[in-house]
């Protein structure tokens, strides 16, 4: 079973592969849009901005692989930024993404008064519940108010809310695990969150991706 993980300068790509070999499942770190399309499952992982990074998946091409790829109905998983891109858009730069699931992606925006001690910032870093509004076959060893390990600013937004599987209260109720047919993706960094964030990694390792 061939398993990649996409490679556009998003970085945090060797703390995935070693969460995956942690699970028993080899990955390869590959940059190669032909690599992405002839896999059997897909990681999309990323930090940073996502300016540059739309930027660097359309430079190499990968931007179509992975579009192709959802299309073969094969699994595909996204983490953070990952999660961000397989949107419509978003508010970061004002930049079009792969239109994989119908949304946006918007920016924390807090006016002081969220939290009585006013210490909600952005970024939101750190540990926190997810909340699951409806099961998913990579969630089979999670259970609503397990905690995951987050650093991001922006979060997605889809428009259709059977595509949203879990939430997180920061300020505000937002997205942090979407999926849509053979695509999953989380906000939250799984490899960075412990036996919850590994059971998920397992779980996509024998996942057929079917939502159900």
């Known amino acids: ?10 970085g945090n790509l060797g703390s995935v592969q070693r969460a995956c070999r942690q699970v028993g499942m080899e990955a390869e770190i590959t940059a190669s849009p032909e690599a992405v399309v002839a896999a059997d499952r897909v990681i999309f992982p990323g930090v940073g901005a996502a300016t540059s990074a739309v930027d660097t998946l359309r430079e190499r091409g990968l931007d179509e692989a992975l579009i192709r790829f959802y299309e073969s ?23 079009d993404c792969l239109g994989l699931i119908k949304g946006v992606v918007r920016r ?22 997810v909340h699951i509004v409806q099961p998913h076959p990579l969630f089979k060893s999670i259970s609503s108010g397990d905690e995951f390990y ?7 937004c889809p428009v259709n809310e059977n595509e949203i599987y879990g939430i997180t209260d ?14 999953f993706a989380t906000q ?15 779980e996509f390792s024998t996942w057929d991706g079917s939502s159900s």
Not at 1 to 10: F, K, Q, S
Not at 117 to 126: I, W
Not at 150 to 156: I, L
């Open 150 to 156: 987050f650093v991001h600013s922006y979060y997605a």
């Open 1 to 10: 079973m061939a398993v990649v993980i996409v490679d556009y300068n998003a």
């Open 170 to 183: 920061y300020g505000t109720n937002f997205c942090s695990a979407l999926g849509k047919d053979n695509l």
């Open 108 to 129: 924390f925006e807090f006016s002081g008064n969220e939290s009585a001690d006013n210490r909600l910032k952005v970024p939101h870093m750190g540990w926190n519940e």
């Open 73 to 95: 109905g094969k699994p595909l998983l996204g983490i953070c930024l990952g999660s961000q891109i397989v949107m419509d858009h978003t508010e970061e730069g004002d930049k």
């Open 188 to 202: 939250f960094h799984m490899e960075k969150s412990g036996r919850f964030g590994l059971s998920i990694l397992a």
